[in-house]
Structure formats: structure tokens, C-alpha cells
């Protein structure tokens, strides 16, 4: 809850298709979740699942059309954010809601120093720390896909701002470079003035998703919303990303909505984890009910795939089959093509969400009173 009393984000009977050639994609389907100040909740499932979509919804992020907000409300901090103008939209990124992506090389601008793009956003919060409107640098850019908002280095911002005679503010460029090099620190980049001379394709992949988490981070968002931030990185630095990032979460309290297909990855650092199949939200729990009692058939196949995981048999099997076509999705339960425990009735009607308690919920017949 904020200080008043309202869920940081309330996502409610969310529905979100694509308007394709072939027909309407069925992304989203009546996605209902909540979110603490604080909280670090996991989304997994597989790929085509709607993880994306979803995520990238809360920030206004899509790309509309094709897509298109069929119904349903996202509420952060209590604003409609689907009744927003688009020129209001940007009011709530950064210190409101941050995002990282996958490919931090896509979110970086390839024209610019690593220098200058940290730069840029220390202006820009000394802008708005100031009270002058930001500049368009602190907006998504589209380089190939929507650039996360500009932020700035986690520590208070000591360096001083002045003001010409115009009123305009003047930076003073050692300092703002001591800063630069102290942000670098932060993450762990040992030759800081070697890399803040380097264009993004000069750097490894870890190293630029560092820049990107902290940069995120640091602008201490009330909500940070993670798509598959450590996908892209090979298994050593993905522990390393991973590693940081919770050591900068501690630090700065930050809520977030962290997507991944990987289960082992959500364990590490999720309280709750919600998992997605076919557009919808099939179970959602605390991180240890949902790995210690999955109710839900696809979370029970999902953590037999993941080697720690839950194992019934002793075996590890794989998943059979695929998500199925979200352009014609089957009616009732979507999953009963690979279900090894699907009923007659779960062609019937998608089952409703029953509540468990304690705030794991489970869409599947299967849970109902009286059930099989
Ligand atoms: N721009 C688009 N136009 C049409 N269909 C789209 C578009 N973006 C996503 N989709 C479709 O929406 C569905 C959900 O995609 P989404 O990217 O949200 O899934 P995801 O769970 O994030 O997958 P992944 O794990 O591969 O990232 C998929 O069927 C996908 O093909
Ligand atoms: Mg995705």
C-alpha cells in the first residue's frame, strides 16, 4: 500500500489483443494483480505467454495499434493510467515507473558515449529537481524499441546547480564527470574512466544491462519493471546482473515486476510469483507456496522442467506440446490440450480464480470443493 492507503498497482480484468492480418490476438485475458510498495513480484511462463505485453501495458509502452486495450483498468498509485493523454504518459516514467529490457543495446543510444548519456540524465534530473520541465532526452526513444526512461546514479545528487541570468541552469563538467565516475563505481565497473569514454557496442552485454539496471535503479522508481533483463546474457553473467541487481533493490526499496520464462531466475529474487499461460494468469502466490504447492497443472510442469524444482516422480520431463494459437484459443481452459489431468468440464468455461488463502490463487478446476 502507499502512505494512503492505495495499492502501488492495481491491474484489473485486463484484456489486451494485437490486430493482426490473421485475426485478433488474444495477448492479455482478464489479468487481474496487485502489487505492494516494496514488493518484487516474478511473471513467468513461456514464450508467446502475454509476459511482455502485459508488463509493457503498466507503462503505456505499447505499441498501439496493433495492439489495442480491449477492457479492463490499470490503477498505479491510483491513476488510471489507460485514462491518461499521451502527454501526461511521461509524467509517470522514471521515478515513477521504470522499465529495463531484455536488450539493454536497444535502450542505449548508439550515437553517444556511455559519458554523455549518463550525463544527460544527471541533467535531467537536476532539471526536475529544480523544477524546470525535463527535456524530450528523458523520454523513451524508439532506436528499435521503446528506450527505458532516462534516470541517474543512485546516491543524492550532491554536485551543486546554478542558474544564469536567463534562469537557465548551468553544470559545472567536473563535477558532473566525478559524478559520472562515482555511478560506474556503483555498479561495479572497475576502469570507470576507461568505460565512460566507450559507445554502447563497445561494451559487453553485461556490462551495458549494468549500466541500464543502475540507471533505472537509480532514479528510484516506485515501480521497476524488469522484461527478461538477464535473458540475453550468458549463464556466468546472468548470476553476476542478477547478483547486483538484488544488492541495488535492498538499497533502494524499490518495487518490482520482474518478467522471465526462467523459473530458477524468478526463485532468486521474486517474494511472489505469478505464472502466465496463454494470456492469463493461471496461479499466483507467495514465491514459497507456489514452489512448495503448485496448484495449478502448468505450474506443476513448469517446476518439474526446473531441476530444484518440484518433482512428483523423480523424473524431469519436459512439457509436451505448445502454447496454443492465440488467435483461436480453445474454449475453457486453455491448457487442457496438454493437461494430463483435463476434465470434461475445463472445455467448458475458463475456470474462475478460487483463493486458496494467504493470497495464492489458482484458476483450474481441478481446486474447486468437491473436485476429482
Ligand atoms: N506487435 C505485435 N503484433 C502482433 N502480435 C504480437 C505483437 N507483439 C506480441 N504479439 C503476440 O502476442 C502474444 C504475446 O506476446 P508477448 O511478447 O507478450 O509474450 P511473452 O510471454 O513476453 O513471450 P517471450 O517469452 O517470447 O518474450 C504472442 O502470441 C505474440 O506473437
Ligand atoms: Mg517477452
Do not use: W
Not at 522514471?94 to 550515437?111: D, K, R
Not at 496448484?295 to 524431469?316: A, E, I, W
Not at 505448445?322 to 475456470?351: H, K, Q, W, Y
Amino acid at each position: 500500500m502507499t502512505s494512503n492507503g492505495i495499492p502501488l498497482l492495481s491491474v484489473r480484468d485486463l484484456q489486451i489483443c494485437y490486430n493482426t492480418p490473421s485475426g485478433a490476438v488474444r495477448a492479455v485475458n482478464h489479468i487481474n494483480l496487485d502489487m505492494e510498495r516494496g514488493e518484487v513480484v516474478g511473471i513467468v511462463g513461456e514464450t508467446g505467454c502475454g509476459k511482455s505485453t502485459l508488463a509493457h501495458s503498466i507503462p503505456r509502452l505499447l505499441p498501439e495499434p496493433p495492439a489495442q486495450v480491449v477492457g479492463g483498468e490499470i490503477r498505479f498509485e491510483g491513476t488510471d493510467m489507460l485514462s491518461l493523454r499521451n502527454k501526461e504518459v511521461p509524467k509517470y516514467r522514471g521515478t515513477g515507473i521504470a522499465m529495463i529490457f531484455q536488450e539493454p543495446i536497444n535502450s542505449l543510444n548508439p550515437s553517444f558515449r556511455i559519458f554523455d548519456q549518463v550525463v544527460e540524465a544527471i541533467k535531467v534530473r537536476k532539471m526536475r529537481e529544480a523544477g524546470m520541465e525535463a527535456t524530450s532526452a528523458a523520454e523513451p526513444h524508439d532506436y528499435n524499441e521503446p528506450k527505458p526512461p532516462v534516470s541517474h546514479p543512485l546516491r543524492e545528487v550532491t554536485a551543486t546547480t546554478r542558474r544564469n541570468r536567463f534562469g537557465d541552469i548551468e553544470f559545472d563538467r567536473k563535477e558532473l564527470m566525478a559524478e559520472v565516475v562515482e555511478f560506474l563505481s556503483m555498479v561495479r565497473i572497475n576502469d570507470p574512466e576507461h568505460i565512460l569514454r566507450l559507445y554502447p557496442h563497445e561494451l559487453s552485454g553485461g556490462m551495458r544491462q549494468r549500466i541500464m539496471i543502475a540507471m533505472a535503479l537509480s532514479e528510484q522508481p516506485r515501480l521497476m519493471i524488469a522484461d527478461e533483463p538477464t535473458s540475453a546474457l550468458d549463464v556466468t553473467i546472468q548470476a553476476q546482473v542478477l547478483s547486483l541487481m538484488k544488492d541495488l533493490i535492498e538499497e533502494v526499496h524499490t518495487s518490482i515486476l520482474f518478467i522471465s520464462h526462467d523459473l530458477g531466475v524468478v526463485a532468486e529474487i521474486a517474494d511472489r510469483i505469478g505464472v502466465m499461460y496463454a494470456g492469463n494468469l493461471v496461479e499466483i502466490g507467495k514465491a514459497a507456496d507456489v514452489f512448495s504447492k503448485p496448484c495449478h497443472p502448468y505450474t506443476q510442469s513448469l517446476l518439474r522442467s526446473f531441476p530444484h524444482g518440484y518433482k512428483t516422480d523423480g523424473k524431469l520431463p519436459t512439457l509436451k506440446g505448445a502454447v496454443p494459437n492465440l488467435t483461436r484459443l480453445p474454449t475453457g481452459c486453455p491448457f487442457r490440450g496438454r493437461c494430463e489431468s483435463a476434465m470434461d468440464i475445463c472445455a467448458t468455461a475458463m475456470p474462475d480464480t478460487i483463493d486458496l488463502g494467504d493470497g495464492h490463487l489458482v484458476s483450474c478446476y481441478l481446486n474447486r470443493k468437491g473436485a476429482a
